[in-house]
């Protein structure tokens, strides 16, 4: 595509400059006049019966306005995917994390004084943390008015015959991956202010990725609250990170808003960094069981998957993680026969929830690392076998995807050249090389009955544009990729083009910023409504320039005949002739944006994106055979991504979500002891620094998707996908040893180097 | 209780009655309301909330308001011009890319200002140095240090 004067190009974020100054607001910077503080006491147990809640010495300290526990809670109101989470837990608690009274006091200090004044005194009961343990017969219930531990959410994929593919494989490899709880770290911590009018009209200042669904959320809050018909306002503040933590709604929120009601004032909950590590969501914990077989050539005949996520105490929407899971599983290289099942468990541990890959890096770790195995058995390079069984484009995978634009293979030979594969593999020096392939969703995803997004465009009486979207802005450049998309159509300059994207009042629907969905659907979105709006500017100037449509074309914000150059009118200009005459007119235009792709029908089958985005990272590794320790040598992040609309900007997701990538990789967990978190501060959860980024080169392969805005796919969680498994395999490469567990840690690789001795002794 | 304390902030004389328990950092979000220094942790181990006191890159979350005393503070407002220019190292960080989120920015720069200005044309490893204590969820560093090597003119 030539002739791109914006779309392609390294234009610098839009909110930099504001974010580069200190001038962006965060909630943690946002006061409302007359706010008060809230904050929300915590379980001291993982389980328990609470035997006493006295409120009365909080209740009675100056400065706190309201005291609010379970009982406060109208109408046994419960939130989350399976409404089984209480906003304030009574008579009994399941996870640390749960919220069991809240406090809303003049200032902060005042409602941390007044949480600690409340007497709680509990009869602890014996706790099951063990998801194996839980869906053991007989097991004690976490939530005793289920039957079981068992979500009643029976993922279950099956294509072809498992059984008959076995028998005639040539080679098997069989083995179990676990992979352990990490948390999103993003730097501003959640938080909302929840404020009522006279009216109660709700206004949630807040940080959420969801606008439009967490409006649903709180009317249906509001309703239970006994206050029907109402409105809800989402303004989202400036957001520090999101990662999928945002994807929800969550407790503090629906505390928030009951404080605001009891008090009629404004209330603020901020979490501090302790509970941001207590009380979000992390990614799910899983045990995987795989097996996969291929020919004597190499070419996959099988996979058979079955997981067992740790749900922990209540259901989010992470509970529906295996649907993503499913697409690797089915779709990650070609293969004919596939077997997955996946059992989300109840356990008095922390609740999971959606985190960047959305179950994909999990259920990629055990395929791409169990591949290696197989390659391994059936005598052929891990590139190779890779190269054999590459999707293709025109392919319709398993699950019915339709495969449009697949660049797998290119960036497979990208990570191989730059590596310099051949040379590095099997040195047997404590170096190795490793690689893994990755396929996530690039064209939206489905998960809802609608994946849409809506832009509104209107042009001022001086030719400056807003563009008003559905689209959340939370680090990743959305109101950078929108407004160069529009400035791109319409022919003007980046300066002129405003994004207002934080809301609901103003801002069209839109399902979320998650599914690496953003630059598609609402790149589209946008896309659609600035040819609509030019159309309406080029059949007002034609009439002022005497000139047909079709003869017309608008550079830096001039309209000009392209016969006759002499012959142009600033877009202003246009503006103000239809605007000021009789029977004038102002220039909006609308567009909604739902792409053409599926829900998954009964037995998971269904097109869910529209494209698919495609990737392979490679990694060359040393390992320390006396400290267990891993220095990445290189790092090769290869990515198909339709076409770059901003190659810095994507740049930084693949960089980004690389490091997050190590992070899952080599040292990061949540370590939960018998429901305890144990390392819920920055210090001992060892979230990578600067003196952790190796060597690392973005590779941007573009395959230029029909369907996506000037061809883009998505690229906000792939970045991440197949870190782990590149790792464990270039380990296994540099010294011989297989983890199967994550984080790779020192110690496991000492363990297994250790044991691997004993055996050759 | 409260005492008064006098220091220079951003090249202007400051007053302020403050509680001797309070920390540089809630004074100056709280009190001053000047809300560009963030608060990622509260415990020094985050970065968010460094500003440059006496040519020093220091956590103001852990830096107690009587230590401040007669002190020179520059924070993330003091940097742009009063014409309303960026600073070198805030364009820089604009213009390659190097914020996205932008939650731990200012303290980032702030680390930056304080290792150009005592090292002008630092090593790559002196640039990990000096922003080592500064973590970044979003970024990966890697763009963040080509932004701090460009105002440097290593590139």
Known sequence: MDGLKFVGKRIPKKDAPLKATGEAIYIQDLKVPGMLYGKILYSKYPHAKILKLDISKASALPGVKAVITGGDVPNNFKFGFLKDNPPLKSGKVLSTRDEIAAVAAVSQEIAEEAIDLIDVEYEELPGIFDPIEAMKEGAALVHEEFPSNVLKMPWKFVHGDVEAAKKESAFIAEDTFSTQWVTHCCLGTSGCVASFDVGNTLTMYSNTQIPSLAQGDFLEALKAFGLKNKRVRIIQTVIGGGFGSKLDTYAYEYIAILLALKTRRPVKIVFSREEEFLATSPRQPTITKISQGCDKDGKLTFREMAMVLDNGAYTSWGATTPSVMMVPISSLYKVPNIKYTAKCVYTNNTYSQAFRGYGNPQATFAIESCLDQLAEKAGIDPVEIRRINANESGEVTPQNFRITSCGMKDCIEEVVKRLDWKNKCKRGNGKGVGMASLIHVGGAARVYKSDGCGTIIKVDDNGKVDVITGASEIGQGSDTIIAQIVAEVLGIPMDDINVINNDTDVCPWDVGAHASRTTFVAGNSALGAAQKIKAQIMEIAAKNLGEPVDALDMQDGIIFSKNDKEKSIPLGKVLRKAHYSLGGRMLVAEHFYDPPNENFDQTFRGNLSVSYAYGAHGVEVEVDRETGQVKILNYIAAHDVGKAINPMLLEGQIYGGGLQGIGYALGERMIYDKGYLKNGNFLDYKMPTVRDVPPVQAVIVESDEQAGPFGAKGIGEPGLVPTAPAIANAIYDAVGVRIKDLPITPEKILRALKEKEGQKA | ?155
Do not use: H
């Open chain 2, 1 to 155: 209780m409260k005492k008064e304390i006098n220091f220079t902030l951003n090249n202007e004389k400051v007053t302020v009655e403050a509680d001797t328990q309070w920390t540089l950092l809630y004074v100056l979000r709280e009190v001053l309301e000047m809300t560009g220094t963030k608060e990622g942790c509260g415990y020094g181990e985050c970065g968010a909330c460094t500003v440059v006191i006496d040519g020093q890159a220091v956590n103001s979350c852990l830096y107690p308001i009587m230590e401040v005393e007669g002190r020179n503070i520059i924070t993330i407002e003091g940097l742009m011009t009063k014409s309303g220019e960026l600073d070198p190292i805030q364009k820089a960080f604009v213009d390659e890319g190097a914020v996205q989120c932008g939650f731990c920015i200012p303290g980032m720069i702030m680390s930056a200002k304080a290792l150009l200005d005592a090292k002008p044309k630092p090593t790559e490893d002196e640039i990990k140095e000096s922003i080592e204590g500064n973590l970044c969820r979003c970024t990966g560093y890697v763009k963040i240090i080509d932004a701090i090597k460009s105002v440097a003119g290593g590139r």
